[in-house]
T-cell receptor, first 114, second 114 residues
Framework: SQTIHQWPATLVQPVGSPLSLECTVE??????LYWYRQAAGRGLQLLFY??????ISSEVPQNLSASRPQDRQFILSSKKLLLSDSGFYLC?????????????FGSGTRLTVV | AQKITQTQPGMFVQEKEAVTLDCTYD???????LFWYKQPSSGEMIFLIY??????QNATEGRYSLNFQKARKSANLVISASQLGDSAMYFC???????????FGPGTRLSVLP
C-alpha cells in the first residue's frame, strides 16, 4: 500500500536559519508531489508541486524552494527563514489525470520561527 | 478558474444531531471529482468521501453523505449522529481531469457540543 512519510513533526528555528523538510512516498511510482502551507486556523496554500524528478513548479514566489532529487522524495528548503514562514507544512502525493484518486497527505510539520 | 467556496467559517452542532457543511464550486470542466477531508487538531488530513461529477447517486460512507446537486454546483457534506470526535476543520476540494492539483476550499471548523 502507498504511504507517505514527512519529518520532522515539529521544528523551532531562529530567524535567518536554514530549513530542510523532507517527504518520501512508498508504494507508488512517479507520483505527483505537493507542498502546502497552512497558517493557524486557515486554509491550505499550495507552495510547490512536482510531476517528476527535477521538475518543480512554484505557486507562490517567496524565500522557500523545493527539490525532487529522487522519484519519491520531495524536499522543501529555505536558506534564511523569516518569521512569516511559521506555519504547518503538509506534503501530499496524487495521480495526474485521475479524478477519483484523492490526495494522500503526510502527517505534517509544525514550524515555528522565533 | 476553479474555485471552492465554504461559506461557514465555523459551525456548532449538538452531539448526536446531524449537521450539514456547505460547499459550492465553480468550474467549466465537464468531468471533475469532489472530496471532503477532515483535519483534527493533530493536523493530519483525513479523506472522508468522494463524489464524481457523473455519479448519479449521492456518495455515502458510514455517517458521512454527500448531497450533490450538480446544477447548483454544490456538494454539501452531511454528518449524521455527530460525535465529539467529529470536532475538526473540514475541507471541500475538487479534482480535475487534467492539471496538477486540487482546489481546496477555505474550510469550516465544526465544534460538536456535549
Amino acid at each position: 500500500s502507498q504511504t507517505i512519510h514527512q519529518w520532522p513533526a515539529t521544528l523551532v528555528q531562529p530567524v535567518g536559519s536554514p530549513l530542510s523538510l523532507e517527504c518520501t512516498v512508498e508504494g507508488t511510482s512517479n507520483p505527483n508531489l505537493y507542498w502546502y502551507r497552512q497558517a493557524a486556523g486557515r486554509g491550505l496554500q499550495l507552495l510547490f508541486y512536482s510531476v517528476g524528478i527535477g521538475q518543480i513548479s512554484s505557486e507562490v514566489p517567496q524565500n522557500l524552494s523545493a527539490s525532487r532529487p529522487q522519484d519519491r522524495q520531495f524536499i522543501l528548503s529555505s536558506k534564511k527563514l523569516l518569521l512569516s514562514d511559521s506555519g504547518f507544512y503538509l506534503c501530499a502525493w496524487g495521480v495526474t489525470g485521475s479524478l477519483d484518486y484523492g490526495y494522500t497527505f503526510g502527517s505534517g510539520t509544525r514550524l515555528t520561527v522565533v | 478558474a476553479q474555485k471552492i467556496t465554504q461559506t461557514q467559517p465555523g459551525m456548532f452542532v449538538q452531539e448526536k444531531e446531524a449537521v450539514t457543511l456547505d460547499c459550492t464550486y465553480d468550474t467549466s470542466d465537464q468531468s471533475y471529482g469532489l472530496f471532503w477531508y477532515k483535519q483534527p487538531s493533530s493536523g493530519e488530513m483525513i479523506f472522508l468521501i468522494y463524489q464524481g461529477s457523473y455519479d448519479e447517486q449521492n456518495a455515502t460512507e458510514g455517517r458521512y453523505s454527500l448531497n450533490f446537486q450538480k446544477a447548483r454546483k454544490s456538494a454539501n457534506l452531511v454528518i449524521s449522529a455527530s460525535q465529539l470526535g467529529d470536532s475538526a476543520m473540514y475541507f471541500c476540494a475538487m479534482s480535475r481531469a487534467y492539471g496538477q492539483n486540487f482546489v481546496f476550499g477555505p474550510g469550516t471548523r465544526l465544534s460538536v457540543l456535549p
